[in-house]
């Protein structure tokens, strides 16, 4: 079975410092990982994705994340935050499924969230 | 091109009522998957549907809780007699094909029940 892990339920930080929010997983098979954001009174979306390749995935505003696979983590880092980054911080993990058929293709196990609070 | 419509975004019922909760995927979408949020735990999986078929029900509670989504209209979230338990936020997504998480799925923006 898989969990995740989000360690920080809160965390308020200055606009234009770096943030850092933390993920670690925990699978005994290989994974795909999430981040997903959910800004007040909206669904969630889709930030970023690692599914293969260079462990270091970028999102279009400025977030990044990487796969380290001994510490089986997936942090997300911003290195100036803003006003509107304000918002709850999703990571999600599933399982890597060969077949791409199986549960492990549409079935996501989540963190608990992150709030991020970006104080002016 | 509207995005993942749930509907009511709030709903209360006393104990012993039933719930319906509506999601009405993205315009092409035949996928539909529905999440449950309990207070301070993160989203969990209930249910993937199909137009007018049951993929996967494993995390779905076995008694009380019903999904559909037939040919025409919305897939419906059915929680029969209510209890203080159910109370939770229910996010519906849905992609065009099945799973894709290499795109990402697109959630609603949720059904906050609660259950007094």
């Known amino acids: 079975a898989q969990s995740v892990t989000q360690l920080d339920s809160q965390v308020p930080v200055f606009e234009e410092a770096p943030v850092e929010l933390r993920c670690n997983y925990s699978?005994?098979?290989?994974?795909?990982l999430f981040w997903y954001v959910q800004y007040p009174n909206q669904g969630l979306q889709l930030l970023l994705k690692y599914l293969s390749g260079s462990t270091l995935v970028e999102s279009i505003n400025g977030f990044e994340a990487e796969f380290n696979k001994s510490q089986t983590s997936f942090h997300l880092r911003k290195p100036s935050v803003h006003i509107s980054d304000t918002a709850e911080y999703f990571c999600?993990?599933?399982?890597?499924?060969?077949?791409?058929?199986?549960?492990?293709?549409?079935?996501?196990?989540f963190g608990k969230g992150t709030k991020l609070s970006v104080i002016p | 091109n509207a995005g993942v419509m749930q509907n009511p975004r709030h709903l209360v019922r006393r104990r012993g009522q039933e719930a319906r909760l509506r999601c009405s995927p993205m315009k092409g979408h035949s996928h539909v998957y529905w999440y449950r949020q309990l207070p301070e735990e993160g989203l969990k999986f209930m249910v993937y549907?199909?137009?007018?078929?049951?993929?996967?029900e494993s995390g779905m509670p076995k008694e009380r809780f019903s999904a559909e989504f037939p040919k025409e209209g919305p897939s419906i979230l059915r929680i029969q007699q209510v209890v203080r338990g159910d109370s939770a936020a229910y996010f519906c997504?849905?992609?065009?094909?099945?799973?894709?998480?290499?795109?990402?799925?697109?959630f609603g923006s949720g059904t906050r029940l609660t259950v007094v």
């Open positions: 997504a849905s992609s065009q094909l099945q799973g894709l998480l290499s795109y990402g799925y697109t």
């Open positions: 549907l199909q137009k007018e078929n049951i993929i996967d």
């Open positions: 699978s005994s098979v290989s994974v795909y």
């Open positions: 999600a993990v599933s399982e890597k499924d060969k077949a791409y058929s199986g549960a492990g293709s549409y079935q996501l196990t």
